[in-house]
């Protein structure tokens, strides 16, 4: 291999924020001392070379310590993995939570997608920017959806570096995971030394208000804490919820608490059937992916778990990036031990020893909350080489992501975790035959593991009656926008979209309703008979997608709302295919020209979207190019929006 380096050195904070990931190096390295200051190759290259897949680790490494990441940084850690140099700097251009260029160790991202929108983020943006920026040690940056709708308008702080607050902010995480002094979430990979202390220290804020928004960023150790998860479930303590029951009544971080109430009955159920017998419950209960596909559970799992060649690896999707989502951001802060028992539950049917929990970066406090849960079940042989003494070895890996909607992609994840851009692959093969590290995978996204566990609990039969025959168990639905109580909902299938936003309480004066997202569709006031069902949705011309469920009334102008979904788009895509890369700036533009006209006067350019449109939904690679037209085209049919 071709390794061409440059000259650029790394700090001494640099070289040991890397080394506390991998190791470390070698002495024995030819032409380099053991700070690897002047490596041209590594003895036993193929060894490091099989480490590429901590290469997004050691990214996050580097820019939890010293805020971003410098040439001579970037090319240390590719001496240590064995990268070219120009590869690694296409992966860390690609995710928006990176620098390669010099800023501050503090970055303020500020949400300014549809519900924070709607619910004033460019006033808190503008005046945060007027009183904060680089002479204040903080960069202010306008973000997409931080997942947290429910309390719009909102803000996330990260300080690189060590800091007072550490990124364990539970009092009760610190003491059962070794306080201020242990690992900080994510840079640890079971692979390498961990490290000593925490590097990074985070704030959220939500409602975000100036002065909140400027404490979280400057001072972090004084921002208050975040509101308990129970908060985003106006449900909470109602009996009749599954998914949903523990959230508010169980400690979330006591495992004794979780098996209290109910926790790991699936998994011994799951022995007792055997990795035959779990999919087939699965199968015969008629989960389906939750995450928008819907693509049937045990279909998949008895696809993996056919598969000859060995090993099998299961993902969970956890990297919850869709405008208005935020129901597997409450699952893991309010239940986490809940998803990995259902991720050894589905490792164990499928053949795989090795679960991946691929997180998105913006998510703080579940990457708290689950690095503590995956201890503590470790710890007590609910993970490791023998889990529950049953001879079934499963371990479970947490990886960041570093803000790119575009790795919510299955096969884009993949890529994400083993070391490269973030960019979809070409089906066939499907990931059920080659998919992480190229062999057979199961991915899932958070609420559908969960799911699991319901199943296996009351039995198949007693599952499926609970929906509809086509869309059987409950759903959760994330409800945001021009509603009194925004937040997180459980109600079974069949429900119909009206009944939703009742408990909800919508507001007088309802415009729209955009279901699904930022890739989902608008429905007009007089559709809320709408049955929230894969089938229903789909015969109503719209899409349920992963249960978003945003309301917005008549003071919200719509032809801004449709050119911030496509700004989104145009920020997100990949630029790997040309339909995508081209169609969703040309969209946008078309959105600019057109957003104070209408009539004859936006004709032209509303006949321009629809060929854009149909471009990019027939040719595009994946879901994000197939999809980005679907908003604007509602707001246009359903909605008349130009008209």
């Not at 490596?39 to 997004?56: C, T």
């Not at 199968?283 to 000859?308: M, S, Y």
């Not at 679960?355 to 490791?384: C, F, K, N, S």
């Not at 608008?522 to 709408?530: A, M, S, T, W, Y």
Request: glycine share 12%; proline share 7%; net charge negative.
């Amino acid at each position: 291999m071709d390794l061409r380096f440059g000259d650029g050195k790394p700090t001494d904070e640099e070289r040991e924020a890397v080394d506390a990931l991998l190791g470390p190096p070698e002495s024995s390295w030819e032409g380099a001392d053991r700070s690897g200051n002047d490596l041209r190759w590594a003895r036993g290259g193929r060894e490091a070379r099989d480490r590429r897949d901590l290469l997004l680790p050691g990214l996050h490494a580097l820019n939890d310590r010293v805020g971003w990441i410098s040439e001579g940084a970037l090319d240390y850690l590719c001496r240590r993995l064995t990268v070219p140099p120009a590869e690694a700097y296409g992966v860390a251009t690609f995710y928006a939570m990176f620098s390669v260029r010099p800023r501050p160790a503090t970055v303020l991202h500020v949400c300014t997608d549809l519900a924070c929108a709607t619910a004033g983020a460019g006033e808190l943006c503008a005046a945060v920017e007027a009183r904060l920026g680089p002479e204040n040690g903080v960069k202010v940056e306008r973000s997409p959806c931080l997942g947290l709708c429910e309390r719009a308008p909102a803000a996330l702080a990260i300080r690189a570096g060590v800091s007072a607050r550490p990124a364990f902010e539970d009092e009760a995480v610190q003491a059962d995971s070794g306080g201020p002094g242990a690992a900080a979430p994510g840079v640890g990979n079971g692979k390498g030394r961990r490290g000593r202390e925490p590097r990074y220290a985070t704030a959220v804020t939500a409602p975000a208000t100036p002065e909140a928004a400027i404490t979280a960023a400057t001072t972090p150790e004084d921002a208050p804490p975040e509101p308990a998860p129970a908060l985003a479930v106006p449900q909470t303590g109602d009996p009749t919820l599954t998914l949903l029951r523990r959230i508010g009544t169980t400690d979330p971080t006591s495992l004794d608490a979780y098996r209290a109430a109910g926790g790991y009955t699936a998994l011994r159920r799951a022995f007792a059937l055997g990795p035959a017998g779990v999919i087939r419950e699965v199968t015969d209960a008629g989960l389906v992916g939750r995450g928008g596909a819907a693509f049937p559970t045990g279909r998949k799992w008895q696809a993996t778990a056919a598969q000859p060649d060995r090993p099998h690896y299961l993902v969970c999707n956890a990297d919850e990036s869709e405008p208005g989502t935020f129901k597997d951001r409450v699952l893991m802060e309010g239940d986490p031990y809940a998803l990995v028992e259902a991720m050894t539950i589905a490792g164990y049917a499928t053949g795989a020893h090795r679960g991946y929990l691929y997180l998105r970066g913006e998510y703080p406090r579940a990457l708290a909350r689950l690095t503590h849960a995956v201890a503590q079940a470790r710890a007590r042989g609910l993970l490791g080489d023998d889990v529950l003494g049953q001879g079934y070895a499963f371990d479970i890996e947490i990886r960041r992501g570093a803000g790119a909607y575009i790795c919510g992609e299955e096969t884009a994840l993949f890529n994400s975790i083993e070391g490269r851009r973030g960019e979809p692959r070409s089906k066939p093969p499907f990931p059920v035959e080659k998919g992480l590290f190229g062999k057979p995978t199961a991915a899932n996204n958070v609420e559908t593991l969960v799911n699991v566990l319901p199943i296996l609990t009351m039995g198949a039969q007693a599952y499926a009656a609970i929906g509809t025959p086509s869309s059987t168990g409950p759903k959760l639905f994330c409800v945001s926008g021009s509603v009194r109580r925004p937040g997180v909902y459980e109600l079974p299938f069949g429900a119909t979209l009206g009944e939703l936003l009742t408990l909800a309480g919508v507001r007088d004066g309802l415009r729209a309703v955009l279901l699904g997202g930022a890739a989902g569709g608008f429905v007009r006031p007089d559709e809320l008979g709408i049955p929230l069902t894969f089938e229903g949705t789909r015969e109503a011309g719209t899409t349920l997608g992963s249960g978003v469920v945003m309301a917005f009334d008549d003071t919200v102008p719509l032809p801004r709302l449709l050119l911030r979904i496509a700004e989104f788009f145009r920020d997100e895509s990949c630029g790997q295919c040309v339909p995508c890369r081209v169609g969703t700036v040309r969209q946008e533009e078309a959105l600019h020209r057109i957003a104070e006209r209408t009539g004859a006067a936006a004709a032209g350019d509303v006949a321009l979207l629809r060929e854009v449109g149909r471009a990019m939904r027939d040719s595009s690679i994946c879901g994000l190019g197939q999809t980005a037209w679907n908003a604007v085209e509602s707001a246009i049919d359903r909605l008349g929006a130009y008209e």
